[in-house]
């Protein structure tokens, strides 16, 4: 069956660290993938969008990699900040039908 | 500019009571999504629209759903009878195309509550 799969589990690190979130996914053939960010409450904001013929995007602090053959996107946030504390979710597009993983939740203690 | 709007932003009503939720989209997208989020399932698509034409409701779990978007400003999403496990935070999106080469941005929900 077609899946997206985020690490369920909450991610703690301490301030100033690099967080890195994992996305990947089966039996999909995506040719867009995007990172949202999501606080309690409130619906998910965009951050970041890499294409399938994309390996890396950057946007200040944010990274993100796309690798098609491993089925797999990282997340990374450098010098992390208590106020990056929130659930970041990825969705990815296949033939015109999206999918939404369910979010890993990030703790940065100070 | 103002973003996507919903209203109400919470809902609680009894089991078989009609409910209607609202979305203005932002002006100028031309794709408007509802989503469903739960903490079981995480965030569903349930049907999108395009120039105000629904292209896919495969989402939508059963009749009880229906959505609609008379024009480019407004959308309803509608469950009759509501049934306890429709309980959830319902979502709208809106974006300039219906592809994920565009991001979509989302209203801040309705907090819905079967009883």
């Known amino acids: 069956s077609q899946k997206i799969e985020q690490n369920s589990e909450a991610l703690n690190i301490q301030e100033g660290k690099t967080a890195t979130l994992t996305c990947n996914y089966t039996n999909y053939s995506p040719a867009y993938l995007q990172w949202y960010r999501q606080d309690p409450g409130r619906g998910p904001v965009f951050l970041l969008l890499?294409?399938?013929?994309?390996k890396e995007k950057r946007k200040e602090r944010l990274k993100v990699t796309f690798d098609t053959t491993l089925k797999q996107s990282l997340f990374h946030i450098t010098a992390s900040q208590p106020a990056d504390s929130a659930t970041y979710l990825c969705a990815l597009d296949n033939f015109n039908k999206f999918y939404f993983g369910s979010g890993t939740k990030l703790n940065v203690k100070p | 500019d103002a973003g996507v709007i919903q209203s109400p932003r919470h809902e609680v009503t009894e089991m078989g009571q009609e409910v209607t939720l609202r979305c203005k989209p932002i002006s100028g997208h031309n794709s408007l999504f509802w989503y469903r989020q739960t903490m079981m399932r995480g965030l569903e698509l349930l049907i999108y629209?395009?120039?105000?034409?629904?292209?896919?409701d495969s989402g939508m779990p059963e009749d009880r759903f229906s959505a609609k978007m008379p024009n480019a400003s407004f959308s309803t999403l509608k469950i009759q009878p509501s049934e306890p496990r429709d309980s959830a935070v319902y979502f709208c999106a809106s974006s300039s195309r219906d592809r994920l080469d565009q991001p979509q941005h989302f209203g801040d929900g309705t907090r819905l509550s079967i009883l």
């Open positions: 629209f395009n120039n105000n034409v629904p292209i896919d």
């Open positions: 890499i294409r399938e013929n994309e």
